[in-house]
């Protein structure tokens, strides 16, 4: 491998850690790729893409920061650490601070301690990860990137939460996130459909393990499902969504429930998994709906909140012009776009049979007034462009 400069892309799940490696000069054009899956288990198993060639172990059991380490091991092999220029990171939560990717340091580190509060299925992990790197690589330029910016300049009745004013002052907004993965739908409509990246009414539905649906308008946010943490919005896969606040009461007085217990109920064993009792993948659970009721169930659930979301949309934004799916699932099962977008007619949404069952990058039919595509969600490369901006300005300022 050559010997020019890398940005490594990091970008840590609750039991996953993607990453990337590109040359600087050259972003988004992968020298490699791949990931940790099951995380936190016994069975943890790493992955690389390089060109066609894929390859995977199972490595035991591991932390995001011993994977970490790990991964580091293998770069010094595989490519050399001194050939690493820059470390992208992905950041679930920025707080009210930090609204755009910048230089991790001291300072930065220190609030992201203050804010795991607001994200604990989160910050505690990605601190773990940016604090391996600075071990090993401590004169290395490391970027957050930061998944609540893209919501940034959201309307101010759209960031409010409907309880005592003054915990606003505090930080109990509404910041939205999976705002990287948004940023590179927008960009994608900006280099193939300009106008209405630029003026459009826009939804984005990110459905994954992790989902969300957010309102875009003129190229900004002007509102999304997820809220002050990303349990809140649509049912997920074990992550429950929003929830009657009375529930909290009922649980901790009448069921023996405590916070914690609480708190891991409705990130880890509700959502989907919660509702069928059997599993969390909708690949699963699209597999036993004809034989078992509740997992049929989970999956009409699923689908009618996604459509209620659109529709609530599509009337704050007075109307739509452009649906977009990205996620695993938005990107690849036809039959949940179709269940998602079928009697959505009236707002002129209306999909191409074919064109959606190959995941065409338009699926809508050519008579619709409403424009449905289909765009692969990419934040490696969005973090990779910002990590470039940030080396190229220190280099400038050099």
Not at 25 to 31: E, P, V
Not at 127 to 151: K, P, W
Request: hydrophobic share 40%; proline share 4%; net charge negative.
């Amino acid at each position: 491998m050559g010997n020019g400069r890398h940005i490594l892309i990091l970008n840590g799940g609750s039991s996953s850690l993607k990453f990337a490696v590109c040359e600087a000069s050259r972003c988004g054009a992968w020298t490699l790729r791949g990931q940790f899956e099951r995380i936190g288990t016994s069975q943890t198993r790493f992955f690389v893409t390089e060109g066609r060639t894929e390859s995977r172990r199972d490595v035991g059991s591991m932390k995001h920061g011993t994977a970490t380490s790990f991964l580091l091991d293998w770069l010094e092999k595989r490519l050399g650490l001194a050939t690493i220029a820059a470390i992208g990171h992905r950041v679930v939560h920025g707080g009210l601070r930090y609204q755009a990717p910048e230089e991790i340091n001291d300072v930065m580190i220190t609030e992201l301690r203050r804010l795991r509060p607001f994200a604990p299925e989160h910050l505690p992990t990605e601190l773990d990860i940016i604090s391996a790197c600075s071990e090993r690589l401590s004169r290395v330029l490391q970027v957050a990137c930061f998944d609540t910016a893209f919501h940034r300049d959201m309307p101010a009745l759209a960031r409010i939460i409907p309880i005592p004013r003054r915990f606003c002052a505090e930080g109990v907004v509404r910041y939205g996130f999976h705002g990287i993965s948004y940023t590179h739908l927008l960009e994608s409509l900006r280099r193939d459909a300009p106008e209405w990246a630029a003026t459009g009414r826009l939804i984005f539905a990110h459905l994954g393990n992790g989902a969300s649906v957010a309102a875009v308008k003129d190229g900004r946010s002007v509102d999304t499902t997820m809220g002050f943490t990303p349990a809140a919005g649509i049912p997920m896969s074990t992550r429950s969504g929003d929830l009657d606040p009375g529930i909290f009461l009922y649980l901790t007085q009448h069921a023996g429930v405590d916070p914690p217990g609480f708190d891991k109920m409705v990130n880890h064993h509700s959502g989907l998994l919660g509702i069928s009792e059997t599993s969390g993948d909708l690949r699963d659970l699209l597999d036993r709906e004809e034989s078992d009721d509740r997992a049929a169930e989970a999956v009409a659930l699923f689908c009618y909140s996604v459509k209620k979301q659109i529709g609530a949309y599509a009337a704050a934004l007075g109307g739509l012009d452009v649906l977009v799916f990205t996620g695993g699932i938005g990107e690849h099962s036809p039959v949940i776009r179709d269940r998602i977008c079928g009697g959505l007619g009236f707002l002129g949404v209306e999909l191409d049979p074919a064109l959606n069952a190959s995941a065409s990058p338009v699926i809508s039919a050519a008579s619709a007034d409403v424009e449905v595509r289909v765009i692969a969600a990419d934040e490696e490369a969005v973090i990779a462009a910002a990590v470039n901006d940030v080396l190229t300005r220190k280099d400038s300022s050099r």
